[in-house]
């Protein structure tokens, strides 16, 4: 008598070494799986499913993605040899708790530098000069009122040329005040080791038009927008 048991459509099995070949998984154990989802191909690997190497495969990883969310418990338990079902369980949890310390992980190295980012922009030479004009200018503390102060996400970017020290930057600064918030938005150019703004403007919500503090070079300011 054969040992293989028929299978109805969606059903996957396991070897066993106590129990017949074609045994289907259990539907407690066939659900979302944390650990193919968040570790993807390397879980794969690992789990002898080589379609999760569909993964470096453009467009087609995204949606691979979630079909090894959905499927990756089936195939896990389909192509490996587990002592029981406590046995499966204890391997794919600790794929799951891998997966999310990964994720953790990467997640505190982005904030972490995203903060060096950001901090390197408020520390620079440019900001504290647009800050000090924003703060001294009664158009623009009327307009926000008392005391201005800037947000945490200071966008923007600051190039210097190594071999003279000349460099131009571009900082977007959001605002806000006792009555209102906004933005500032600067370009500045560094020649002979000494920094100046050509062009600062303060956007205040709701504001039709912006508040221009410094345009040396005259440069164009459309309607109420300003792209830099």
Not at 8 to 19: A, C, I, N, S, V
Not at 27 to 42: Q, S
Not at 120 to 143: C, F, Q
Request: aromatic share 10%; charged share 15%; proline share 6%.
């Amino acid at each position: 008598m054969s040992d293989v048991v028929a299978l109805l459509p969606g059903e996957y099995f396991m070897p066993l070494p106590d129990q017949p070949y074609g045994t289907p998984i259990p539907p407690k154990l066939n659900r979302w799986n944390w650990g193919a989802f968040l570790l993807n191909w390397i879980w794969g690997i690992a789990n002898n499913t080589w379609i999760a190497l569909l993964m470096f495969v453009p467009i087609v990883n995204i949606v691979m993605l979630f079909v090894l969310g959905i499927k990756g418990s089936a195939w896990a338990w389909n192509n490996n040899l587990w002592r029981d079902e406590a046995h499966f369980l204890k391997s794919q949890r600790r794929w799951a708790i891998a997966g999310f310390i990964c994720v953790a992980c990467a997640l505190a190295l982005i904030a972490y530098g995203g903060e060096k980012a950001f901090g390197v922009l408020k520390n620079s030479k440019v900001y504290e000069m647009a800050m000090d004009e924003i703060k001294s200018n009664p158009a623009v503390t009327a307009a926000l009122g008392e005391p201005v102060d800037a947000g945490f996400w200071v966008t923007g970017n600051i190039n210097l040329n190594l071999s003279d020290g000349d460099g131009h930057a571009q900082l977007k600064i959001p605002l806000s005040g006792s009555e209102a918030s906004g933005d500032a938005m600067v370009q500045a150019i560094r020649s002979d080791r000494k920094w100046v703004i050509e062009l600062l403007i303060v956007k205040v919500d709701d504001y039709s038009e912006p508040i221009v503090l410094i345009n040396t070079g005259n440069k164009p300011i459309p309607g109420s927008t300003l792209e830099i």
